[in-house]
């Protein structure tokens, strides 16, 4: 298909579902999801699932789950979300977004039940509850030997939650989303805790004191068991490498060295280490306690990319696209920034929503930056520039924040920001604030 050039059953099915109750408004019950997938005759019961959640870090471990599990020639299916360019990279099937004809396709196959559900029911069905109705009936049409399925928000009433997963991954938890979540860490814990359920093994990624309390409680009601990060699987050692680093793991049934991972930061290799221990834990009923062939694991996590995580969309200047949109997730990007480059000026460019913690993400991001562009990106939640500027101006002081109404202009004054004073090679640019400024970013760049 001519790129620029778009199906219009795929155009005309991505309207109606916009059209829907956004992924920011929330009614916290799982009776339209079981409705819809009762009426399509439960196809999340066909295959296995490995389900996904935590604040951070989630994307980026199920990408490398997937590419661990399709390494051992298992067929695998990857929900995740939010999406960058389109939204047929939420549904992946082998490796590769859905066609513009199969969405298309696969809208127009559930729709009469979609629709169905949303008369027997005083809320019509949300978009996102729409998407994972069709990514789960993809799965069970492919058929998928196992899902990799991201949470899109919270965990025990998210929708994605009609799932009994034989493994419940928790990626690092912190606070987010508190309009619909709650504002503690272990108010967020109990929520994302629900995934874990009876019989599963529990994979839990470093967490701090009062969510590793919450999720420990609820696996022990449930009686499933828990794999630690730092205790039953981990890091064991990482070292910097050109256009990513070196990393030596501990999993649950073995060790694995020599691991080649293409992505910067500690928090990276935190995935990769999660991802295995879910993998292992995944594979240990049909394959006994050996752990898995060292070759696979190094082969899988080679070829494992995380569009939009410290992305390097451009060189001379070097410009990177994060989509860091939390403090604690700016927190881990300024930190790999610093571990893996070494600009004499970088100048940022961020663009953040409005019901997120500006102050909070722009934090980390003083001692990091030289300058600051801060702009608006293509959603309607975006926080309006001049808003952005003030709350920028209290954390940088006035002289280092400008100002741009548009992305593209912003990246054209970063860049021009950045060029000025820094000696040859040494000028970045980092665009941050939102996946959906990270998605902006990548389009406006072309990068395929």
Do not use: C
Not at 3 to 22: D, K, T
Request: hydrophobic residues 45%; negative net charge.
């Amino acid at each position: 298909m001519n790129r620029g050039h778009v199906h219009p059953q795929y155009q005309e099915a991505q309207q109606e579902i916009l059209a829907r109750a956004g992924e920011s408004i929330i009614h916290p019950t799982l009776d339209r999801m079981r409705a819809a997938m009762d009426l399509l005759g439960n196809p999340q019961a066909n295959y296995r699932v490995i389900h996904v959640t935590g604040t951070n870090g989630k994307t980026s471990t199920a990408r490398m789950i997937d590419s661990l599990l399709r390494e051992r020639q298992l067929r695998v299916g990857r929900y995740t979300s939010p999406h960058l360019k389109s939204m047929r990279e939420r549904i992946v099937i082998d490796g590769e977004p859905v066609s513009e004809q199969a969405f298309a396709d696969l809208y127009a196959d559930v729709l009469p039940y979609i629709r169905m559900v949303d008369e027997q029911s005083d809320v019509p069905m949300s978009f996102f509850e729409v998407l994972t109705v069709m990514a789960y009936a993809a799965f069970a049409d492919a058929p998928v030997d196992v899902a990799v399925v991201e949470v899109g928000m919270g965990g025990a009433w998210d929708a994605t939650n009609v799932v009994e997963a034989d493994v419940a991954v928790v990626t690092p938890i912190a606070v987010d989303h508190t309009d619909y979540l709650a504002d503690t860490v272990e108010g967020i814990a109990e929520e994302k805790a629900g995934i874990i359920k009876p019989g599963s093994v529990a994979v839990l990624a470093q967490q701090t004191l009062p969510a590793a309390r919450t999720l420990l409680r609820r696996a022990s009601e449930v009686g499933a068991q828990v794999a630690r990060e730092g205790m039953e699987f981990g890091v064991v050692h990482r070292d910097l490498a050109v256009g990513g680093q070196q990393i030596a793991l501990k999993g649950l049934h073995a060790g694995y060295d020599g691991i080649f991972l293409p992505l910067f930061g500690t928090h990276q290799a935190s995935n990769a280490a999660v991802a295995v221990a879910a993998v292992e834990a995944f594979a240990a009923p049909t394959e006994g306690e050996e752990g898995l062939d060292p070759e696979l694991v190094r082969a899988a996590l080679a070829k494992t990319s995380s569009p939009g995580r410290l992305e390097i969309m451009r060189t001379s200047p070097t410009v990177l696209v994060d989509a860091a949109h939390n403090p604690a997730g700016m927190t881990v990007t300024a930190d790999a920034v610093r571990e893996a480059f070494t600009f004499d000026r970088l100048v940022g460019v961020v663009a953040i929503l409005a019901d997120k913690d500006a102050e909070g993400i722009l934090e980390p991001l003083e001692p990091l930056l030289d300058e600051i562009v801060v702009t608006a990106n293509s959603s309607p939640r975006a926080l309006p520039p001049e808003q952005l500027r003030e709350i920028a101006e209290d954390v940088f002081g006035p002289d280092r924040v400008h100002l741009a109404a548009r992305l593209d202009d912003a990246i054209e004054l970063a860049v021009t920001l950045a060029e000025r004073d820094a000696e040859f090679g040494g000028a970045g640019v980092l665009v941050t604030g939102s996946v959906v400024t990270a998605g902006d970013a990548a389009h406006l760049m072309k990068k395929e």
